[in-house]
C-alpha cells in the first residue's frame, strides 16, 4: 500500500468523523471530536513508533470513527453492559474502516492487518497492538 492510498484512506476516516455533532476545543478552535481524537491518535503512535507502518496508522486514526452513532447509554450501565458497547464499537470501526479500504482497492491482507488491530485480535503484531494501546 503506497502513501497516496494511506493519505487517501486517512482523509476518508476524518470526512466521516466531521458530521460528530460533539465538539471539542483545541487552541480555541472548535472541531468536530472524533476529528481531533484520530489526528492526536494518530501524532502519538508515531511518536512511539516514528517507522509504523501504514497498518498501524491507518488503525490508529480509524479506531474511533463515528463513534457517537452507537452512544454509551444504550447499553445497560454495568460492567458486562461496558464491555458489550466496547465490543459493539470495536466491530463497526472495524468494518467501517475495512469498508473504506475496499473502496481504495486495498487487499484482503491489508484490510485483515488492520482488521486484527481495530479488533485488538492477539494474530495482530504484538508490537503494533501495544503501540496502538499505548
Known amino acids: 500500500?503506497?502513501?497516496?492510498?494511506l493519505q487517501q484512506l486517512l482523509a476518508a476516516i476524518d470526512r466521516l468523523n466531521t458530521?460528530?455533532?460533539?465538539?471539542s476545543i483545541l487552541q480555541g478552535v472548535a472541531q468536530p471530536r472524533e476529528v481531533l481524537y484520530a489526528k492526536q491518535v494518530s501524532a502519538w503512535v508515531l511518536r512511539l513508533k516514528p517507522d509504523a507502518s501504514?497498518?498501524?496508522r491507518i488503525?490508529?486514526?480509524?479506531q474511533h470513527v463515528q463513534r457517537w452513532t452507537i452512544p454509551r447509554d444504550r447499553y445497560p450501565r454495568t460492567t458486562a453492559g461496558?464491555?458489550?458497547w466496547r465490543e459493539t464499537l470495536k466491530t463497526f470501526h472495524?468494518?467501517?474502516?475495512?469498508?473504506?479500504?475496499?473502496q481504495e482497492n486495498c487487499s484482503t491482507g491489508d484490510i485483515e492487518h488492520v482488521t486484527a488491530l481495530i479488533l485488538k485480535r492477539s494474530t495482530a503484531d504484538a508490537a503494533e497492538?501495544?503501540?496502538l494501546e499505548d
Open 59 to 62: 488503525a490508529a486514526h480509524g
Open 54 to 56: 501504514v497498518w498501524l
Open 129 to 131: 497492538l501495544q503501540a
Open 94 to 102: 472495524a468494518e467501517t474502516v475495512a469498508g473504506l479500504m475496499k
Open 82 to 84: 461496558y464491555l458489550r
Open 19 to 23: 458530521e460528530d455533532p460533539n465538539q
Open 1 to 5: 500500500m503506497g502513501p497516496q492510498c
